[in-house]
């Protein structure tokens, strides 16, 4: 068995990437221009988001392809992808100054939600994959 | 040990027209001594199975007493009883009787470890290697054949040293070579002082066999050497 | 008990199909009842601080601010409004028998563009007159206000340099005021003189809010505290008759129509979860009938091996608790992800007033569904533990 066989799991990271991407870009992207037409700093917090996003739908497409052993260094890197991701709005970026904006409602909460669920499933196919090892 | 049963019937109700009672087992006196095989036969219907289960403690009789070394096995409350089955009596069920969530081996050492008078791994091994399929002792059921399947569930009977062993048709649609690897391995539990009742459909096995009796209608008859 | 545990595993384990339909089931189970428990729990909360935060029995606002519900929006919202009346109604409402305590408050609303792409509302208050949100303020602030100096409510990020401009008004930041769930967490506090300051520069700078009145002699709201011995409603009445272009509320009104929409949601949060909990019972509870019945050969083996009736009770039992449980942290967990990060965007779809319980209590809340859920898993295999103990393995043996 050289060829590396593709199981549920290897499925979940590519889709749960191209979701995070598609979502930031459209259903959760932070908030809209100013009246004047200037980007707030959320605006620029979703551009790195989406940034992170798409190496990680990156990472996760060359997950299928490589060995075992490499598969294990992509979750650690999925696994610090998603961390950035979280830790971007709000945190490394600012988002708006009210609570009640948009960026704070969907776009910080989706982002968080989906960066835990990415970062618990690399970590359970790290789990799985060294006990497999052992 | 002496497994006795005296006078036991079992009447089962149903609808039907005119008398709605029926008796599977009718008055059956019957002793399994130490050291011998005992063949039981008859049609399909004619309560050897019920017979059985009314030995084996799994099926109370609606009238008469079932002994085990004069022990009256339904004056005991189920926990006990249970546990008297587990270590006293080898039951083979009819049928593929294996548990399919655990291997071959898992299999036999499980009786072990209901009440904790455990079966160690080496004797569940052994066991396998005497009924033939210890090569497959990591295996599931599901990947054993018929005759496999009888076995295992042979050497699972015998994990916890009982002195009585009650087989249901452990031969049925198993081929000719299967069906005497495993008749032999009956009579040689008797030969090493086992008590064993065999039900079976099988002429063969009567070479086997130490006593013979037939049931017909519920009422059990003694028959005479061939 | 051990070997109950390890077959219990085993059996989930040989299939994985089964045993994740279970898990799924029981899941969706526990996050609708955490769910919706946090939700309910966090309206609750919001109610009892919105109570808290409105300090006063009576609120008098300008005629036309009442009817447009606009002074609601502000509490419930946060939405801004600015609305003014002469001070002279002010001076009147305070020589109307049974009132005891009259502060007057002034609302301003931030341009868009300043900070924000929307606005920010300004509350002034009179330092001397006020005791509806001072005591509020010594929370977390125990200093008097100084001129040019702002508390900010929890719901706004404060800027590095603590300073904040509204119509070329340098403000610095000297406190946050913790959580109300109320719309007055993105509000902005100030004393009289810095508000009506804004009110100047704003003037200048071409937004002319008060055409009629002379910003100085203007009052937004009046929060009014009713002696002992009086009527609220009473007292109510008599400023509603006697001062003209002034609508007196009770805040107990107030608080009551904020009451009954809790009370709607939650009674619809209530019977949906229920339904859920008892769909869930059924359901699972067939499945473990079917899977029972399909695995009554098994049970009757195990019987033959020496198993007693109380073993298989115990492994079904087991079996379904097991299940149950890993279902129930996964569902709680989802549940967790779901309310907390998304709970700003419940309470503003909710225009309720809505204060999430803190980790303890929302602790116990998970602890409780969790129970809850599992113990709807045990009572649906109860019946069929139950039924496969009392079946005879002899019986079932010689079917087939």
Redesign the interface.
């Known amino acids: 068995m050289n060829k590396p066989k593709i199981k549920a799991l290897d499925i979940v990271f590519p889709v749960l990437s191209l979701v995070f991407l598609v979502g930031i870009l459209t259903v959760f992207q932070p908030c809209g221009p100013r009246e004047d037409g200037s980007w707030m700093s959320c605006h620029w917090a979703g551009r790195a988001v989406a940034g992170a996003a798409g190496a990680m739908l990156l990472l996760s497409v060359l997950r299928l392809v490589v060995r075992a052993g490499a598969k294990q260094g992509l979750d650690l890197a999925l696994i610090a992808l998603a961390a950035l991701a979280l830790a971007l709005p709000g945190h490394l970026i600012g988002l708006c100054m009210m609570h009640d904006m948009r960026c704070h409602t969907l776009t910080a909460p989706c982002t968080a939600v989906l960066s835990c669920l990415m970062a618990a499933a690399a970590a359970v196919d790290l789990l799985l994959s060294l006990r497999k090892g052992k | 040990m002496i497994l006795r049963a005296e006078k036991i019937s079992r009447r089962f109700f149903r609808q039907r027209k005119g008398s709605n009672v029926f008796y599977a087992v009718k008055d059956v006196t019957l002793e399994i001594p130490a050291g011998t095989l005992t063949e039981l036969t008859g049609r399909s219907g004619s309560g050897k199975?019920?017979l059985l289960?009314?030995l084996?403690g799994?099926?109370e009789p609606t009238e008469g007493k079932v002994y085990l070394d004069g022990e009256d096995l339904y004056a005991l409350s189920?926990?006990s009883r249970?546990?008297m089955?587990?270590?006293r009596?080898g039951?083979i069920?009819?049928?593929q009787?294996a548990?399919?969530?655990?291997t071959v081996l898992?299999n036999v050492l499980?009786?072990g470890?209901?009440?904790g008078n455990a079966c160690s791994e080496e004797r569940g091994v052994q066991l396998l290697e005497q009924v033939g399929i210890a090569q497959l002792q990591n295996a599931?059921p599901g990947e054993l054949s018929g005759g496999e399947l009888r076995r295992l569930a042979i050497a699972?009977a015998l994990a916890l040293c009982p002195g009585v062993l009650l087989a249901?048709e452990p031969t049925g649609d198993l081929d000719d070579e299967n069906t005497r690897t495993v008749l032999s391995l009956l009579r040689r539990s008797a030969d090493e002082g086992l008590a064993v009742l065999l039900v079976t459909h099988e002429r063969e096995a009567a070479r086997f066999a130490d006593r013979h009796y037939r049931m017909d209608s519920g009422m059990l008859l003694e028959e005479k050497e061939h | 008990m051990k070997l109950e545990r390890t077959l219990a595993l085993k059996n989930l384990r040989r299939k994985p199909a089964r045993t994740a339909a279970l898990v799924l089931l029981s899941a969706f189970l526990a996050l609708s009842v955490f769910g919706g428990s946090v939700v309910v729990a966090s309206l609750r909360n919001g109610l009892k601080s919105y109570e808290a935060r409105l300090g006063a029995d009576i609120v008098a606002v300008p005629y036309q601010a009442r009817t447009k519900g606009t002074f609601e929006s502000i509490l419930l919202q946060g939405i801004p409004g600015m609305f003014y009346m002469d001070e002279q109604y002010y001076n009147k409402i305070c020589t109307i028998e049974g009132v005891e305590a009259a502060a007057p408050q002034f609302y301003l609303a931030s341009t868009s563009a300043g900070c924000c792409s929307v606005p920010v509302q300004i509350i002034g208050f009179d330092p001397e007159k006020d005791f509806t949100v001072q005591p509020w303020i010594r929370e977390s602030f125990a200093l008097s206000l100084g001129d040019g100096d702002i508390i900010v409510g929890s719901e706004l990020t404060v800027p590095k340099d603590g300073i904040l401009t509204f119509y070329d008004t340098p403000c610095r930041i000297v406190a946050q005021l913790g959580k109300t769930g109320t719309g007055l967490d993105t509000a902005v506090y100030t004393n009289m003189a810095t508000i009506k300051t804004m009110m100047r520069n704003a003037e200048s700078l071409g937004f002319h809010y008060l055409t009629d009145t002379d910003p100085d002699h203007a009052v937004s709201s009046v929060m009014i505290r009713v002696a002992n011995g009086y009527d609220v409603e009473a007292v109510t009445g008599d400023i509603n008759v006697h001062v003209r272009h002034v609508e007196a509320s009770a805040a107990a009104a107030m608080l009551s129509s904020v009451a009954g929409g809790l009370k709607s949601v939650s009674g619809v949060i209530g019977i949906l979860v229920a339904a859920i909990w008892v769909l869930a019972v059924v359901i699972l509870a067939i499945a473990f009938a079917m899977i029972s019945h399909e695995r009554a050969k098994e049970f009757a083996v195990l019987r033959c091996l020496g198993a007693s009736r109380r073993m298989l009770c115990r492994l079904l039992l087991t079996e379904a608790a097991f299940a149950a449980f890993c279902g129930a942290v996964l569902g709680v967990a989802a549940g967790a992800l779901i309310v907390f990060p998304f709970g700003n965007a419940i309470s503003t779809a909710l225009e309720l007033p809505y204060l999430m319980p803190s980790a303890l209590p929302a602790a116990a809340l998970a602890l409780g569904s969790l129970l809850l859920s599992a113990l709807a898993g045990a009572l649906s295999a109860a019946v069929s533990a139950w039924r496969v103990s009392r079946s005879d393995a002899g019986l079932l043996l010689r079917e087939g």
């Open positions: 199975s019920t289960n009314m084996a799994l099926l189920d926990i249970s546990r089955r587990n270590e009596l039951v069920p009819q049928g009787t548990l399919h969530a655990l898992e499980l009786p470890q209901m009440y599931y699972r249901d």
